[in-house]
Structure formats: structure tokens, C-alpha cells
């Protein structure tokens, strides 16, 4: 095993307590609870990004269901534009501008949201009906 390549030179030792500690455990319950704080808060952060993960996947699912026409009318048209446009320009063309347009220098971003990713922030989502 390399330690190196596996990081284990550089765990905590609370981890590496927690790691070689018999079951069931042998250490007060002080040690106990801060671990398990430690795996909920974990938790926590894990399961709030799978949430917005899921509200993401119910707004792409609202844009193609039809159940708001006029977002799913933007929706189709831009669909068809982006086609036409992927149609006729090379792949090293679009590669090349979207590149250009990822690393543009910072005086020349905005710090507002693009239009079409505010649209779709904007768009309902399960938990926003369910309120």
C-alpha cells in the first residue's frame, strides 16, 4: 500500500481513532456524540444538495411535460435553433466559441445571472406547489 497515494499520512487522528476502534466502542460517550454531530452535519450538506439536484430534474421535467406552454414554446424554439445553428457551423467552430466565451477575462462577465439560467431558476418546482 502507498501511503502517500491513499493520503493516510495525512488523516486526522480522530479519524484514524475512529477508524481502529472496536465494535462496539470503547471510547466515552463525549467522543461518541461529537462523531456522530460530525456524520449528521455530513448528512445534512449531502442531502441539500441532492435536493436541489431533484428541484433541477423537476423543472427540466416541467419544461418538457407541456405543463406551462410558454415555457416549453422557448423551450422547442430555442431546441430548434441550436440545431440548425450545430447544423451548419463545424464542431471546431463551436468548441472554439464556447471556449473563448468559458475563459473570458473577468471585466467581462456579468454578475448577474444569464437570461435563459434565470428563466429556469424561475420556473416552478414540486416543492414550490406544494407551499
Known amino acids: 500500500m502507498d501511503t502517500r497515494l491513499s493520503h493516510a499520512d495525512s488523516a486526522h487522528p480522530?479519524?484514524?481513532d475512529e477508524e481502529?476502534?472496536?465494535f462496539p466502542t470503547s471510547r466515552p460517550s463525549d467522543i461518541?456524540?461529537?462523531r456522530y454531530?460530525?456524520?449528521?452535519s455530513i448528512a445534512g450538506r449531502i442531502q441539500t444538495v441532492v435536493g436541489d439536484l431533484a428541484t433541477q430534474?423537476?423543472?427540466l421535467q416541467s419544461l418538457l411535460s407541456w405543463r406551462?406552454?410558454?415555457a416549453t414554446a422557448l423551450f422547442v424554439?430555442?431546441?430548434l435553433i441550436a440545431a440548425v445553428i450545430l447544423y451548419v457551423t463545424p464542431f471546431?467552430?463551436?468548441a472554439l466559441c464556447i471556449g473563448i466565451y468559458a475563459l473570458r477575462h473577468p471585466r467581462f462577465r456579468y454578475k448577474l445571472p444569464s437570461v435563459p439560467l434565470n428563466f429556469f431558476r424561475r420556473l416552478p418546482a414540486r416543492t414550490d406547489c406544494m407551499l
Do not use: H, I
Open 14 to 16: 480522530d479519524e484514524l
Open 20 to 22: 481502529f476502534d472496536t
Open 32 to 34: 461518541v456524540r461529537m
Open 37 to 40: 454531530d460530525r456524520l449528521r
Open 57 to 59: 430534474g423537476e423543472r
Open 68 to 70: 406551462d406552454p410558454r
Open 77 to 79: 424554439l430555442f431546441c
Open 92 to 94: 471546431q467552430v463551436v
